[in-house]
């Protein structure tokens, strides 16, 4: 470890702002000194401790706070480690980070640092890293129950699982080329490896078809409205919004840009996009809006085709068809039927509303929730949850499907797919060289993360 050359940084760990109280973290070596400068002297290891702050210089006390100290290795980094826990408030946080910033040896955080000085220090891996980020932004309980999950190492002890049987694979065919003029010995060995490579190639495969659920829970379940002109697309938004987050009007062609709003479904993130309606005759702002519309519908998880049940159009556009396997149709305005009902047998891919009443809009939400829920719901293993991972996996898979395919006699080769394939894994979790991607992960953090 480096940690000797770093300097100690510091930031406010807490959110800007006024609050009950403010947490400031230091890292680094003259952590400690820290404390001996303005909050002396050292409290007990790990023991919330009141101490008033005090200027370095002038000694003047800044606030009364609480002091923790954790002494290397036992921290965050792994580096010595000092909280403050001081008054929220801005100019006490203010003068005791200008203080900071007048002792040697220390500066203010970059975003990410201390989650990165975490990483170095084998704390945590980059996956688990991840899915700590993923927990400071998770704002449903789904996506918290998916992020605490990956930032607690499910999804690494999967990937670091799949690699350790990789490496046992490639040992036994590399053992096997060291008997290589005892022909049967390299054979049987060979052949134990690649029932060990078919097992888990099953493995990665499935994981791959996930139906992109870790990704969805991650990113927000999403629903377009569509539907022609006037047949209350906007009113369905604001309703689901409860709030007037789009323009409504009895003018057809009101709505131009895509407006979103995102929702918790029972725990699932839902984005709702409300759209410009489809129809023939119309000018440029609206045909660029139209097809601002397509494109939200041709990007949603699910499709909702609003029309007006007294003349619904079922048909959707050609631009649509594409999308009806997921879509469903939602006759709105039912109130303005005779009896203001809808028509009592609907095939099961018709909802009827009214966004008016209210009346059928609890019905279609939970219409909503379900299909989101079958998409993403709760399952006992980890899902991927992002891109980067998922390119990593596909490399895994298509390496293991090299080693499958390729002609058992070259097993220098076939070695070789393997442990092809074992890095690819290796680079979800940081084991294996990863210099390329840490700024982007770490610098998704804020500072004082
Ligand atoms: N009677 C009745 N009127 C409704 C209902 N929902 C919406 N409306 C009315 O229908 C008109 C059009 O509603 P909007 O929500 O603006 O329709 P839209 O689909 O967003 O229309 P565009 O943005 O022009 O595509 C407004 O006058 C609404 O008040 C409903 O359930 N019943
Ligand atoms: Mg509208």
Not at 276 to 294: H, I, K, N, Y
Request: hydrophobic content about 45%; aromatic content about 4%; proline content about 4%.
């Amino acid at each position: 470890m480096t940690t000797t050359l770093q300097p100690t940084i510091f930031a406010l760990a807490s959110a800007p702002g006024r609050a009950g109280v403010a947490v400031v973290r230091i890292s680094g070596t003259a952590a400690g000194r820290v404390i001996d400068a303005m909050a002396a002297p050292r409290p007990e290891a790990r023991r919330a401790t009141g101490r008033f702050i005090r200027h370095p210089e002038s000694g003047d006390k800044l606030d009364r706070g609480v002091v923790l100290w954790f002494p290397a290795p036992a921290s965050f980094t792994g580096e010595d480690v000092v909280e403050l826990h001081l008054h929220g408030g801005r100019a006490v946080v203010a003068a005791v980070l200008t203080a900071l910033g007048l002792l040697p040896g220390l500066r203010m955080a970059e975003p990410g640092e201390f989650a990165r000085r975490a990483f170095e220090a084998g704390k945590v891996d980059l996956a688990e890293v991840e899915g700590l980020a993923d927990l400071i932004d998770a704002e449903t309980e789904g996506q918290r129950r998916q992020a605490l999950a990956q930032a607690s190492g499910a999804l690494s002890d999967l990937y670091d699982g799949w690699r350790a049987s990789l490496v046992d694979a490639l040992a036994l065919i590399e053992a096997g080329l060291d008997f290589a003029d005892e022909g049967d010995v390299g054979t049987r060995t060979f052949s134990e490896a690649t029932s060990v490579i078919k097992v888990l190639n099953q493995a990665v495969i499935h994981h791959l078809e996930d139906g992109h659920r870790g990704e969805i829970l991650r990113d927000g379940f999403r629903v377009a409205l569509v539907g022609p002109p006037n047949a209350g697309k906007s009113s369905l938004l604001n309703a689901l919004a409860r709030r007037d987050a789009a323009i409504v009007s009895s003018e057809a062609g009101t709505t131009r840009d895509v407006i979103e709003v995102r929702l918790d479904l029972g725990g699932l993130p839902v984005i709702v996009s409300d759209t410009a309606g489809f129809r023939e005759a119309a000018g440029d702002v609206e045909r660029e809006g139209m097809r601002r519309s397509l494109v939200a519908a041709e990007a949603a998880d699910l499709v909702l085709w609003l029309t007006e049940a007294s003349a619904p159009e079922t048909a959707l556009p050609p631009a649509l068809a594409p999308l009806a396997e997921r879509t469903l149709l939602v006759l709105n305005k039912t109130d303005l039927m005779a009896g203001g009902t809808a028509p009592a047998a609907l095939p099961d891919d018709m909802v009827p509303l009214s966004v008016t009443t209210g009346d059928g809009l609890d019905a279609l939400i939970k219409r909503i929730a379900v299909i989101a829920s079958e998409r993403i719901g709760h399952h006992a293993e980890p899902a991927l949850t992002q891109v980067r991972h998922r390119r990593l996996v596909e490399a895994c898979r298509d390496n293991l499907q090299a080693f499958l395919d390729g002609a058992s006699e070259d097993v220098e080769l076939r070695a070789e797919d393997l442990r092809l394939a074992a890095d690819a894994l290796g680079r979800i979790t940081g084991r294996v060289d990863v210099e390329d991607v840490l700024d982007q992960v770490f610098g998704r953090f804020c500072i004082g993360k």
